[in-house]
C-alpha cells in the first residue's frame, strides 16, 4: 500500500471513530444552498462558508466553473433535493489562470505525464506518448476572475433547466486572507427578476 493510502484510511478509521448520529442526516441539504467552486486544495468551503454536514451541497471542478456537468448537478440539487440560493466562488492566484487552451492541448498532444512551469512556461519533462484527445475539450480557463466569475453565473442565470426564482451569488475567495469578495456584477446578474 502507498504512504497517502495507508494515511487516508488510519484518518478513516478515526472518523468513523466519531461519526456519531451523523449517519440520520436527511438527503437533502438542510440549510438549503449549494456552492460551486474550485477543486484548489488551499479552499475548505465548510469553513468558509462556515458549513457542517448536511448543510449544504458543494460541487467542485477545476476554477469552480459552470460547465455542464456543474449545471446538472446545481439542477438535480435544486429539482430533486430543494436548495435555493447557490453561490459561485472562484479564488485569486487559481491554476486555471495560468494556461490557455491552446497550451492544455499541446502538452497533452505531447505526453500524458505531469509537466512543469518556470518562467519560460510549461514544458513536458518526456516525450510521448500524448493524445489528441484534449483538443475537443473546452478547459474554461480563466483571463480575469471577476470576468469569469460573471460569465459562469450569466450562464447559470440564463440556463433554460435553472428557474428564475433561484438567486445565484458571485464571489472571489482571497487566498491570502480567506475572504470572500462579492463580485457585485455577478450578484446583480444572479438577482432574482
Not at 468513523?16 to 468551503?45: Q, W, Y
Not at 505526453?111 to 483538443?135: F, M, Q, V, Y
Amino acid at each position: 500500500m502507498s504512504k497517502i493510502l495507508n494515511e487516508v484510511l488510519a484518518a478513516n478509521r478515526d472518523y468513523v471513530n466519531e461519526f456519531g448520529d451523523k449517519g440520520s442526516l436527511p438527503l437533502p441539504p438542510g440549510r438549503h444552498f449549494a456552492i460551486l467552486t474550485c477543486m484548489d486544495a488551499r479552499l475548505d468551503p465548510a469553513k468558509y462558508a462556515g458549513l457542517s454536514e448536511g448543510d449544504a451541497h458543494v460541487i467542485r471542478n477545476a476554477g469552480g466553473r459552470a460547465s455542464d456537468d456543474a449545471i446538472r448537478s446545481l439542477v438535480i440539487s435544486y429539482k430533486l433535493l430543494g436548495t435555493r440560493e447557490w453561490f459561485v466562488i472562484h479564488h485569486t492566484n487559481c491554476g486555471m489562470e495560468l494556461f490557455n487552451d491552446e497550451i492544455m492541448r499541446d502538452l497533452l498532444g505531447s505526453s500524458l505525464k505531469t509537466a512543469s512551469i518556470d518562467a519560460d512556461g510549461w514544458h513536458d519533462g518526456c516525450d510521448g506518448p500524448g493524445s489528441a484527445e484534449g483538443n475537443y475539450i473546452d478547459w474554461l480557463t480563466i483571463k480575469d476572475q471577476q470576468e469569469s466569475v460573471l460569465e459562469d453565473v450569466t450562464r447559470i442565470k440564463n440556463h433554460p433547466l435553472v428557474p428564475s426564482d433561484i438567486p445565484v451569488y458571485g464571489y472571489i475567495y482571497e487566498c491570502a486572507s480567506g475572504r470572500l469578495i462579492e463580485v457585485p456584477a455577478a450578484t446583480e446578474a444572479g438577482k432574482v427578476g
